[in-house]
């Protein structure tokens, strides 16, 4: 389902989740709809995520997906436990992770709200959450130090073991 509503989208596409470490695949099509001219945002946790290595693993992600046009943003007031999605008039609410293992074998639901007036609703909390967060630049993020990028590419292998 999460693949068919991102690769749909046409204009927006805005992924707010609590752990966003998105798959080859996943970053692959998001990346393709960014480059197709949709605006795809994606809100994810920052400095007070609940799990170390998830928010590596997260930020692993960041260099391939800014460097394709997606725009990163990192809630701040606190850790951010959402998993919505707005893609064009589609609404989504659920338990679904952006990662691996939720993808290919949690169980997993979420509620697909096929709702112009749900969408807007869903799409102003997110830009109210974005008022929160700090967007993530590419030529930023690039200086970020060595020792961040340690930490990152350590979650790489990390991931390798789940």
């Known amino acids: 389902m999460w693949y068919a509503l991102i690769a749909s989208a046409r204009r927006r596409l805005w992924v707010a989740n609590s752990y966003f470490v998105p798959d080859r695949s996943l970053q692959n099509l ?37 460097a394709g046009g997606v725009r990163i943003f990192e809630y701040a007031a606190s850790m951010m436990h959402a998993k919505t999605l707005v893609v064009d008039d589609v609404a989504v609410v659920g338990s679904t992770n952006m990662d691996s293992q939720s993808m290919s074998f949690l169980w997993e639901a979420s509620v697909v709200a096929e709702s112009r007036a749900l969408a807007e609703q869903l ?8 008022g ?11 200086r970020r130090p060595l020792p961040e990028r340690a930490v990152q590419q350590a979650a790489l292998v990390a991931e390798a073991w789940l």
Do not use: C, M, N
């Open 30 to 66: 998001l990346i393709a709809r960014a480059r197709a001219g949709v605006d795809v945002r994606v809100l994810a946790p920052g400095p007070h995520h609940d799990i170390a290595i998830v928010l590596a693993g997260q930020r692993r992600t960041y260099d391939r997906l800014l």
């Open 123 to 130: 799409g102003e909390k997110f830009l109210q959450d974005l």
């Open 132 to 142: 929160r967060s700090r967007e993530i630049r590419l030529a930023e993020w690039r």
